[in-house]
């Protein structure tokens, strides 16, 4: 029951920007969008979130289309250490689960 | 501590063992959750805990999986008569409370059953 659909893989030059997609047509209107990313042999890392309107913090930022149903994550400078799995979650604030796909596979190519 | 740590990083055991992973969560976070990731697929969810209680083992594959938090700060992941299919990296995180986007995961516990 797969609630978010991500590309398997994706590569990007470092320096440049990395645009990670995601859809998430059945989300509903409590629900949230979470990225979080996985770094080799690391447990998953939190990395931003939003409900309606484009979030930016440090590490990245999250653009939501108007009518929700899809959103993408840039990294706006990526380098080699940002070479990790990239998950979309959607979930209702309260919820203590975290439902993780199979993410993509973002690598970072010199 | 800074973060979660869980002991072992690695461990190795032989089918029809018992075994024990053991969690630290943040200091003062309310919430523990224990979660598998079996290879090349993402986490799953097993277990939650709200201070000393599980709140939701719905996770939980079957009985020979047990886990505890009886002071409301570590916890340990129980697994009985260990069979192959359990091989995967046991992931344990912890939250201030329960829903909150504070959730903070440890590097986990790989293991293999041989």
């Known amino acids: 029951d797969a609630k978010t659909t991500q590309p398997p893989s994706m590569d990007c030059a470092e320096g440049r920007a990395a645009n990670l997609p995601c859809n998430h047509s059945?989300?509903?209107?409590?629900?949230?969008v979470y990225w979080y990313r996985q770094i080799h042999s690391q447990g998953p890392q939190y990395i931003i979130h939003?409900?309606?309107n484009n979030e930016t913090n440090e590490m990245a930022s999250l653009i939501i289309t108007e009518d929700r149903k899809s959103s993408t994550l840039i990294l706006p400078h990526a380098t080699l250490r940002d070479t990790a799995v990239y998950y979309c979650?959607?979930?209702?604030?309260?919820?203590?689960?975290?439902?993780f796909g199979a993410g993509t596979t973002v690598t970072v190519r010199a | 501590g800074a973060g979660v740590s869980q002991t072992p990083s690695n461990k190795v055991t032989e089918k029809g063992k018992y075994v024990e992973l053991r969690c630290d969560p943040i200091?003062?976070?309310?919430?523990l959750y224990w979660y598998r990731q079996s290879l090349g697929q993402g986490p799953e969810f097993l277990i939650y805990?709200?201070?000393?209680?599980?709140?939701?083992d719905s996770g939980l594959p079957n009985d020979r999986f047990f886990a505890v938090r009886p002071e409301g700060s570590v916890s340990t992941l129980k697994i009985q008569r260990t069979e192959r299919g359990d091989s995967a990296v046991y992931l344990c995180?912890?939250?201030?409370?329960?829903?909150?986007?504070?959730?903070?995961f440890g590097s986990g516990t790989r293991l293999t059953v041989v």
């Open positions: 995180a912890s939250s201030p409370g329960q829903g909150s986007y504070g959730y903070t």
């Open positions: 059945t989300i509903s209107g409590n629900e949230y």
């Open positions: 939003g409900l309606k």
């Open positions: 979650i959607v979930r209702v604030e309260s919820d203590y689960k975290l439902s």
């Open positions: 200091s003062g976070h309310t919430a």
């Open positions: 805990f709200q201070g000393t209680g599980a709140a939701d």
